[in-house]
C-alpha cells in the first residue's frame, strides 16, 4: 500500500510555461484534494474532488486545472506558470468528503522564475 | 470569514518537558478538529483528531482538548523527546470539503 504519491518531487518552471504535477492513491479514497503551502500560510486548498468526474474549485483555484478520470489518479495542471505559484503542493486524499482523516502526499516544491 | 488562528508560531521545550499549542476558530458550526504533524522535506500526518461531541482525546503522550463556547483546541505533548521536533498544524471542518488549516507552530525540543 503506497498511499498517496506525487511526482515529481521538485520541479523549476520559467515563467508561462505549463506543467501537470500527478497525484495517485491506491486506497480506493472517493475525496482528493490538492493544497498548497506557502510560509505563515498553512495549507490552502485550490481544487477538490468527491468522485470520479466531479471536481470543484477550493479557496485559491486562479491558474490552476484539474481532472478526475479515474478513482486513483488527480492530476493538478498549471495553465500558464508564475512566479506567485512557486509554493509547495500537496494532494491529499480520503475515505469520503467531510470529517474524516486526509492523507498528505510527500509534496512537491516548485519554483517559477 | 471563516479561520484558524494558531499560536504560538514557534515553541522551544526542553526534553522531558510538556508542549501546549493552542488554536481558535471562528465557524461555530465546525465539528471536527485534527492535528498534523510535519516532519522536513514531508507530508502532514494526521496525529490525533477530535470531534465537537468529546471534550478530550487522549493518545499515549498526546492529548486534545476542545472548549466549543470558547471555540479553541489545543494539543498537549507531554515527556517531549527529541523525535517530537516538528511543524504541527490544527485545523476546523464542519463536515464538508473544507478544511482550514491553522499557520503552524515549529516545535523545537531540545535535548
Known amino acids: 500500500n503506497a498511499g498517496v504519491t506525487q511526482t515529481p518531487k521538485f520541479q523549476v518552471l520559467k515563467t508561462g510555461q505549463s506543467m501537470t504535477l500527478q497525484c495517485a492513491q491506491d486506497m480506493n479514497h472517493e475525496y482528493m484534494s490538492w493544497y498548497r503551502q506557502d510560509p505563515g500560510m498553512g495549507l490552502r486548498l485550490i481544487h477538490y474532488?468527491?468522485?470520479?468526474?466531479?471536481?470543484d474549485q477550493g479557496e485559491v483555484p486562479n491558474g490552476y486545472n484539474v481532472s478526475r478520470s479515474t478513482t486513483e489518479d488527480f492530476p493538478l495542471r498549471l495553465l500558464s506558470a508564475a512566479p506567485s505559484q512557486t509554493s509547495v503542493y500537496f494532494c491529499?486524499?480520503?475515505?469520503?468528503?467531510?470529517?474524516?482523516?486526509?492523507?498528505f502526499g510527500p509534496g512537491t516544491r516548485l519554483t517559477v522564475t | 470569514g471563516e479561520n484558524v488562528e494558531q499560536h504560538p508560531s514557534t515553541l522551544s521545550v526542553q526534553e522531558g518537558d510538556s508542549a501546549v499549542i493552542k488554536c481558535t476558530y471562528s465557524?461555530?458550526?465546525?465539528?471536527?478538529f485534527p492535528w498534523y504533524k510535519q516532519e522536513l522535506g514531508k507530508g502532514p500526518q494526521l496525529i490525533i483528531d477530535i470531534r465537537s461531541n468529546v471534550g478530550e482525546k487522549k493518545d499515549q503522550r498526546i492529548a486534545v482538548t476542545l472548549n466549543k463556547t470558547a471555540k479553541h483546541f489545543s494539543l498537549h505533548i507531554t515527556e517531549t523527546q527529541p523525535e517530537d521536533s516538528a511543524v504541527y498544524f490544527c485545523a476546523a471542518s464542519k463536515g464538508t470539503y473544507k478544511y482550514i488549516f491553522g499557520t503552524g507552530t515549529r516545535l523545537k525540543v531540545l535535548a
Open positions: 465557524d461555530s458550526a465546525s465539528n471536527y
Open positions: 474532488s468527491v468522485g470520479a468526474g466531479i471536481t
Open positions: 491529499a486524499s480520503s475515505y469520503m468528503v467531510g470529517s474524516y482523516e486526509q492523507y
